[in-house]
């Protein structure tokens, strides 16, 4: 049913989902908390770039994380200054690249789920003498549950997708670099519809067990919800 390129870009897919969704959620966790606490003025040019990657399109965004993360950018004169070599057409490229295309995918879950909870557990906890970082992991974390259940889904199921910015920074280099959606692209090139409809399919009921997964959790907690209040 599958070549052994198929197997190794079917890894690699899951391989660089899972990494880029474990690093947005240690990354994204603050910003979505910043975000959802802040007042200051500095509150809506963040959240315009946290949510750039929504409409521009990925080769513009994969054009200029090639040239930052390129010998001469500064993504990659860093990593060179740290014996890292620079990133673009490696597996590491692809995972920086993506942690910025699928960003909004996992911040903007978490803060509407953070911005819900509102004052009043805060200030009750606060009577209790919790310091910040209690209040933070006693009750913001375990409260916006089903927020950092539907951002780790969305930002694994959109780093599943990717296409546009995995080409531009990774290449399509076999084991390394190539996922799922360029070696369906290469399929179709070599006019193998046979071997792209497959791997097609696959993605087609992925993505559909993803979002039935995802909108049968937010019923669920809409019903706890209702019954909770009512």
Known sequence: MFSETDLSTIWLTLKLATTVTVLLLIIGTPIAWWLARSRSWWKGPVAAIVALPLVLPPTVLGFYLLLAMGPHGFIGELTQSLGLGTLPFTFWGLVVASVFYSMPFVVQPIQNA???????????????????????????????????????????????????????????IPGETRVVSVQIYDHVEALEYGQAHTLAAIMIVFSFLVLLALYSFQRRKLAAGIKMGG
Not at 114 to 142: C, H, K, N, Y
Not at 145 to 157: C, E, H, R, S, W
Request: hydrophobic share 50%; aromatic share 10%.
């Open 114 to 172: 953070m911005e819900a909870i509102g004052e009043r557990p805060l200030e009750v906890a606060s009577t209790l003498r919790a310091g910040p970082w209690d209040q933070f992991f006693s009750v913001v974390l375990p409260l916006s549950k089903p927020g950092f259940v539907t951002a780790a889904i969305l930002g694994f199921a959109h780093t599943v997708g990717e296409f546009g910015v995995v080409l531009m920074i990774g290449g399509n």
